[in-house]
């Protein structure tokens, strides 16, 4: 075992192990008075400050941690089912979460409280927000790159408002019967999204050629060389 003083392990980050992982590998490289490159030190470090629920995860591995590369594989063991479970926790926990009545928004921002304690990735809780979408509105944001949660909550409840009626009722039903919505529908849906969309930027164009033709027309007042 290598001979250096105490480190300052951070805590166990258990929504996200692998970032953890990243970063006591940059406390070993700050260690005094050389950086901890031995296996079996970097093992020890890590288990002491694994946290129980993580440490259960890998018993088999603790008990018995083998004398070749016993860090590496604890670590690799750690990340896959630590952040495997976690995220089907966070999965599970937001599942149960039903569009219903309420506007997509709103729907969203529920979904973002809950979440807010487990640090959820955004690309994961826009998935997880699409799925309680009905089809036809799925269908329209999937055109939409790049795709944020924040901004599909906004799209779709303006996709609510165009086509209020249809999306009610696709809502009732599973996704097995999402072909009761036709092809031809959804485009016209879409066709008439971009269109907005098109006439807000001419809109936004014009005013601005309307705020620098004000400018360039306005002759500077004469001084009193340019008098003589």
Request: with cysteine; charged share 25%.
């Amino acid at each position: 075992m290598e001979d250096i003083s105490a480190v300052e392990i951070p805590a166990f980050v258990s929504s996200d192990p692998a970032l953890w992982f990243g970063m006591l590998e940059s406390t070993f490289e700050l260690a005094i008075p050389k950086p901890i490159t031995d296996e079996r030190t970097k093992y020890n470090y890590c288990v002491a400050h694994l946290s129980p629920d993580a440490a259960m995860a890998v018993r088999d591995v603790i008990l018995s941690p083998g004398s070749t590369n016993p860090y590496s594989k604890l670590k690799e063991e750690v990340i896959a089912r630590c952040g495997e479970s976690k995220s089907q926790e966070i999965r599970r926990l937001l599942a149960g979460e039903q569009l219903g009545d309420r506007k997509p928004s709103e729907l969203f921002r529920v979904m973002q409280r809950r979440s807010e304690s487990h640090n959820v990735a955004d690309s994961l809780l826009l998935e997880l927000f699409l799925q309680q979408l009905p089809p036809n509105v799925q269908s329209i944001l999937a055109s939409i790159q790049p795709l944020t949660a924040q901004k599909a909550s906004e799209v779709a409840d303006r996709i609510l408002e165009v086509t209020p009626a249809q999306v009610s009722a696709a809502s009732k039903y599973s996704s097995a019967n999402s072909d009761n919505c036709s092809e031809s529908e959804l485009l016209k849906e879409l066709k008439f999204l971009r269109q907005e969309v098109k006439e807000l930027r001419r809109s936004r164009s014009f005013s601005r050629n309307r705020f620098n033709s004000r400018n360039r027309g306005k002759s500077p007042k004469p001084t009193a060389s340019n008098l003589c």
